[in-house]
C-alpha cells in the first residue's frame, strides 16, 4: 500500500480527525501571486476574437485564434464581480488589490494555482519554444525559443498513441505555495482538483468545434520538470494535453532544434517573503510523480468501475431540456452562489435532471480510461428543493435516467450540521448532488499516480456541474467543507470504497440581487 492511500484517508477523516499542521493559519499579507511571474521574459499579445470563418464552421485543428479563445474563455480574466454575498472574504473584495476576477474555471478558494505552458513546435504561428500563458495579460510569456516537443514526445515515453504524433502541447503545472499557503497539507488534494476542472472546461469548449481534447496523466515527470526550469517538489506537473493543429505535419526526426538538455532560464519571482514547506504535501508529491512506464494498459482501470446504483424502486425523470445559454456564454456567466440560494422557488425537475445527466456522463478523458469504458464516477442527490420530488436522499442511475430512493426524509438538517464552513446554507439550495469515485480501488489498480486520476475527475465533474448550472440559469456552488465520514454513513456506503469528495449545491438565487458586474474580455 503506497502513500496515497495514507493521504487519501486522510483527507476522509480530516473532518473529525484534523490534518496537521491543525493550529495552522494563512498570512494573507504574504501571500503569493495568483500566476507566475517572469519579469525578463517577452509578452507576446494573444487575439482577443475568433475570426468569423471559424465561428461558421469546424476547423481541421486548432489555430492561434482558436488557442487564444480556449486559453481566454478557461484561465484568462474576463470581468471583475462584486456582490453581498456570504462568503469570509466580502469585507476585502471592493478594494483593488483584493479585486475577485472572474473566470470560466472554477478553482478551490479561487486560487488558481495551475501553469499552462505551451511548448510550441514546427508549423504553428509563433517561433518554435516554450511559452507561459499570462492571464492577466491574456498573453504568451516566452521562457524558451527553440522546438522542445521532442523533449514532450520522449518523456511521454511508449504508450502514448497519438499524443507522441502532435507537434503542439499544452503542459499544466502546479506551483504548491501558491495554494498551500492557504491550504497546507490539504493543497494536494485541492490542486488536483482544479487541474481536472480546467481540462474539463477545454473539452467542453473544444467540443463546440469539434475538436478533442485527451490530456495524458502519465510521463516522466522529473524530464519535464528540468525542461520547465522548476524545482520538481515546488512545482508538479500534473499532465500533458497535445492539440491537434491545423495543417499538423509528421513530428521532425530527432524532435526539434535544441539540444536534449535544453531548459528555461528565466525563474518564476516568488512575492511571499517566507515560503513554508509541509511535510505531508512532500510525500504525497514524491508519491505521485509521474513515470512513463508505469502507464496503465487499455481496459485496466474498469477494475476500478462505478459500482451499479442501488436503492428503491427506481423514479423516472424528465428528458433534459436544451440549455438557453452556449458553453462559451455559460463560462462567462459562472460563478459560485455564496450563500444566496432561495428556497422559495424550486428547481425544476428538468434544470435537475439536466444538471445529473450531464455530470454522470463527464469524463477525464486520460490515456487510462478507454473512450466507452465505464465510469468512475456514481452519482448521489440530496433533494430540498425539487418540483415533482419528494425530499430524500437518491441514487441517480445515469444508464436509465431515473433515481432511486435511498433515504426518504428532508436532508437540509443533515447537510447543514456536516458542513463546516458558514458561506451557505445548505437547507436552501433546491439540492446537493454528490459524486463519489472509489478511490481505494483506482490506487490498487493504478499506482499512486492514480489520486491525481481521482481528483482530476472529480474537479473535471464540479466545472461541468458549474458551467450546466451557468447555462441554465441556475445558481451553483462547490464546496470540500463538509464531513467526508457522515455522507458515508448518510448514503449507505459503510463497507464499500466509494468516497464522497464534494458537494455541488444546485438552486435559484434571491431575486434582486446587490451585484456589481464590469466586463473586461
Aim: with cysteine; proline share 8%; charged share 20%.
Amino acid at each position: 500500500m503506497g502513500y496515497a492511500h495514507v493521504y487519501a484517508h486522510a483527507i476522509m477523516h480530516r473532518g473529525r480527525v484534523p490534518m496537521e499542521p491543525a493550529d495552522f493559519v494563512p498570512d494573507w499579507a504574504d501571500r503569493p501571486r495568483k500566476a507566475k511571474f517572469h519579469p525578463d521574459a517577452e509578452t507576446i499579445p494573444l487575439p482577443t476574437a475568433l475570426p468569423d470563418a471559424v465561428a461558421q464552421g469546424a476547423p481541421e485543428g486548432f489555430t492561434l485564434p482558436l488557442l487564444s479563445g480556449l486559453l481566454r474563455d478557461s484561465y484568462g480574466l474576463t470581468g471583475r464581480r462584486l456582490a453581498v454575498q456570504a462568503n469570509t472574504d466580502l469585507a476585502a473584495l471592493p478594494h483593488y488589490t483584493h479585486a475577485n476576477w472572474s473566470r470560466g474555471t472554477a478553482s478551490g478558494g479561487g486560487l488558481y494555482p495551475v501553469g499552462i505552458h505551451w511548448a510550441a513546435g514546427p508549423g504553428g504561428p509563433l517561433t518554435p519554444g516554450l511559452y507561459h500563458y499570462a492571464p492577466h495579460q491574456h498573453g504568451l510569456r516566452r521562457l524558451l525559443t527553440g522546438d522542445v516537443t521532442g523533449q514532450v514526445r520522449e518523456a511521454l515515453g511508449p504508450g502514448a498513441g497519438a499524443a507522441a504524433e502532435a507537434t503542439q502541447y499544452l503542459v499544466l503545472s502546479v506551483k504548491y505555495w501558491q495554494n498551500a499557503f492557504k491550504y497546507n497539507s490539504f493543497s494536494f488534494h485541492a490542486v488536483s482538483m482544479d487541474v481536472g476542472a480546467l481540462v474539463q472546461t477545454w473539452r467542453l469548449w473544444a467540443a463546440q468545434y469539434g475538436l478533442r481534447i485527451d490530456p495524458v496523466l502519465w510521463f516522466d515527470e522529473e524530464r519535464l520538470a528540468r525542461l520547465l526550469g522548476v524545482a520538481a517538489e515546488e512545482e508538479g506537473v500534473f499532465a500533458v494535453v497535445p492539440l491537434t493543429w491545423e495543417g499538423d505535419g509528421t513530428p521532425p526526426a530527432g524532435g526539434g532544434g535544441v539540444t536534449a538538455d535544453a531548459a528555461v532560464r528565466h525563474r518564476d519571482v516568488e512575492r511571499s517573503r517566507r515560503v513554508l514547506v509541509f511535510e505531508t504535501l512532500l510525500r504525497i508529491h514524491e508519491a505521485t510523480a509521474g513515470r512513463a512506464a508505469d502507464r496503465p494498459a487499455a481496459g485496466l482501470l474498469d477494475r476500478a468501475a462505478a459500482f451499479p446504483p442501488r436503492g428503491a424502486d427506481p423514479l423516472p425523470l424528465p428528458t433534459p431540456p436544451a440549455a438557453p445559454a452556449d458553453t462559451g456564454r455559460a463560462l462567462r456567466e459562472r460563478r459560485s452562489s455564496f450563500g444566496r440560494f432561495d428556497a422559495s422557488r424550486p428547481v425544476a425537475a428538468g434544470q435537475f435532471a439536466a444538471a445529473l445527466a450531464d455530470c454522470a456522463a463527464t469524463r477525464y478523458g486520460t490515456e487510462a480510461e478507454r473512450p466507452d469504458g465505464p465510469p468512475l464516477t456514481s452519482l448521489y442527490a440530496f433533494v430540498n428543493h425539487v418540483e415533482g420530488i419528494a425530499p430524500g436522499a437518491y441514487a441517480y442511475d445515469p444508464a436509465a435516467h431515473t433515481l432511486r430512493l435511498v433515504k426518504p426524509g428532508p436532508p437540509g438538517p443533515f447537510l447543514q450540521r456536516t458542513y463546516f464552513l458558514s458561506n451557505y446554507n445548505l437547507e436552501q439550495a433546491g439540492a446537493v448532488l454528490v459524486p463519489t469515485v472509489r478511490t481505494t480501488a483506482v490506487l490498487d489498480t493504478v499506482g499512486d499516480r492514480g489520486y491525481r486520476l481521482v481528483g482530476g475527475t472529480i474537479g473535471a465533474v464540479a466545472q461541468t456541474f458549474y458551467t450546466t448550472a451557468a447555462a441554465l440559469g441556475l445558481g451553483a456552488g462547490v464546496a470540500l467543507g463538509f464531513d467526508n465520514i457522515a455522507y458515508i454513513e448518510e448514503l449507505g456506503l459503510t463497507g464499500t470504497d466509494e468516497a464522497p469528495l464534494l458537494i455541488m449545491l444546485l438552486g435559484h438565487e434571491r431575486p434582486r440581487p446587490a451585484d456589481f458586474r464590469h466586463e473586461i474580455a
